[in-house]
């Protein structure tokens, strides 16, 4: 596809269950980016993957959280043991590159709901 | 204390009416993005500027690097523009790994 497609759109899980979320980048981008966002709050930036270097895990907000990318394609969010505070819309950005000043181009999301 | 500060944090308008959303930074930056969000999470890029003015459809983005100041114009506004809009600058240091640093956003309505 033309965009940044990220799949479910939607997901409600029980409390403790584990999830995974996919982000499929716009082909070519070699920079992925996933984000988060709670209700009434502002983005939250997780992680990040550029061409095959090692990810920066910085933003992951604990060990319960991880991520792949298969190469320069598509990226998996998995979430373990969710909690209720996991609750948010996980946003996935993809662009050509990182170091140069290019356009980032968003995904609509992922709306998690833990219950 | 957030790097990216956006005003006014909330604005209600009536259909026609001129919007101007401000975005000031405190450190240098590389480009500064404008997103737009629309109820239900999905973020649309809108503009990517480090210098200078793009005008796209009815809105205008405009930065001042030595000011470190940007704005965001509608013209003629229409109820479809409701939605938040985010800033975010790409800053030389600090903001994050992806050195992405995210105002709050601005929710704006615009009323028919």
């Known amino acids: 596809g033309a965009g940044v497609s990220q799949s479910p759109s939607n997901k409600v899980t029980e409390k403790g269950k584990d999830v995974e979320l996919r982000c499929d980048p716009i082909s070519g981008h070699t920079a992925l980016y996933w984000y988060r966002q709670r209700l009434g709050q502002g983005l939250e930036f997780l992680i990040y993957f550029q061409g095959n270097s090692a990810p920066d895990k910085s933003g992951l907000p604990s060990d319960r959280f991880s991520a792949e990318r298969t190469g320069e394609s598509v990226s998996t969010l998995t979430i373990q043991r969710t909690q209720q505070e996991d609750s948010a819309v996980y946003l996935c950005?993809?662009?050509?590159?990182?170091?140069?000043?290019?356009?980032?181009?968003f995904g609509q999301g992922t709306r998690l709901t833990v219950v | 204390k957030n790097e990216v500060e956006q005003s006014p944090q909330n604005l209600t308008a009536q259909e026609g009416e001129f919007i101007t959303i401000n975005c000031s930074y405190s450190?240098?930056?590389?480009?500064l993005h404008w997103l737009q969000q629309h109820p239900g999470g999905g973020i649309v890029s809108l503009f990517m500027l480090s210098s200078g003015k793009k005008k796209h459809g009815r809105l205008i983005a405009t930065i001042n690097i030595q000011e470190k100041h940007s704005s965001l114009h509608i013209t003629a506004s229409h109820p479809r523009d409701s939605a938040v809009y985010i800033c975010a600058a790409r800053m030389y240091s600090g903001g994050g790994a992806d050195g992405l640093t995210f105002g709050k956003g601005t929710h704006l309505i615009i009323q028919p």
């Open positions: 950005a993809s662009s050509l590159a990182w170091q140069m000043n290019t356009e980032a181009f």
């Open positions: 450190v240098g930056i590389s480009a």
